[in-house]
């Protein structure tokens, strides 16, 4: 099957012209790099450290001459991430599962990201590329600081899991301190924590979520989502989720009788972060009875049959707990 390599739209052999519009400017630029994968050392996780495909995946700087793509240490337009070397499970899909799970995100559920494409080496091994959001077209970087930052966690202060010592409310309560916008952007936030739990994304931790500064105006908005991938492909017993939904060891009905997020834990953490109930219902519609639009997209990916059948059956597991409701039972 011959689709777009960033839309994943059937009957294209490359590129479809609106992809190129957003990924190149219009520049008809190959899918496959006019390289082969840059060399690096393998990455060790200590036993102390959690486990997280973030830990072990390798970034390289891209930009691009004329129609060519080619690495470089300044001046970078382009995120490229090769297969990472590790001790997880199937990790030669992680190019595939990201870039499919970020087009999930856009297509299906309304969710900002940038322009990304699933790509290939010279010799046919598989990347993703992301272009870089905080680099506008005239080379301006925007202040961009991610949750860590904002909270001021690091592995000095906080341990070396700092990433995961913190809830999904705290970080809600940050965007309230700081972001004035905060009534569109917590719908952003709220939308994203529901996309991450429906795609198994066990690595939406602190660093995976971030804030820049609005040029025109001058104050803070969420940047558009990255890092998105169903952990679950490579880490089979990982958690509910990277963080926890809310702070103080709360827990809403659902999780204390199932030990699992759904939907009385789901609109109960809507409620807390200050969203009315009219939004929550409208924003968690979203999320169910589009299985078939999923699993078209999944079927149009660049994931072997196995895989895209691993990915359709945890999307399935996890809509039956968005699904549920306790309270609604009792």
Known sequence: MKVCPSCLKEGYETFCNPCLKK???????????????????????????????????????????????????????????????????????????????MQLAVQLFEINIPPNAFMQFEDKKPAYIVKRFDVLSDSTKLLQEDFAQVAGKSEENSGKNYKYDFSYEEIAGLMKKFISAYPIEIERFYSLVIFNYLVSNGDAHLKNFSVFRNVEFGDYI?????????????????????????????????????????????YEFGIKIGISKTRIDKIYKRFLNKENDIKNLINRSFLNDELKEKYFNSVLNRLERLKYSYNAEK
């Open 23 to 101: 990924l190149f400017n219009g520049k008809k630029v190959s899918h496959i790099l006019p390289f082969t994968r840059p060399e690096f050392n393998e990455v060790r996780l200590s036993q102390s450290e959690r486990l997280s495909i973030s830990g072990i995946q390798i970034k390289h700087s891209l930009k691009l001459e004329k129609v060519k793509l080619v690495l470089t240490d300044i001046g970078g337009e382009y995120i490229l991430k090769p297969t990472p070397i590790g001790s997880f499970n199937h990790l030669e899909a992680t190019p595939a599962n990201e870039h499919l799970t």
């Open 222 to 266: 969420l940047t558009p989502a990255y890092d998105l991938l169903n952990t679950s492909i490579h880490i089979p017993d990982e958690g509910n989720t990277a963080l926890e939904l809310f702070k103080d060891n709360f827990m809403a009905e659902s999780y204390k009788y199932g030990s699992k997020y759904a939907k009385d834990d789901f």
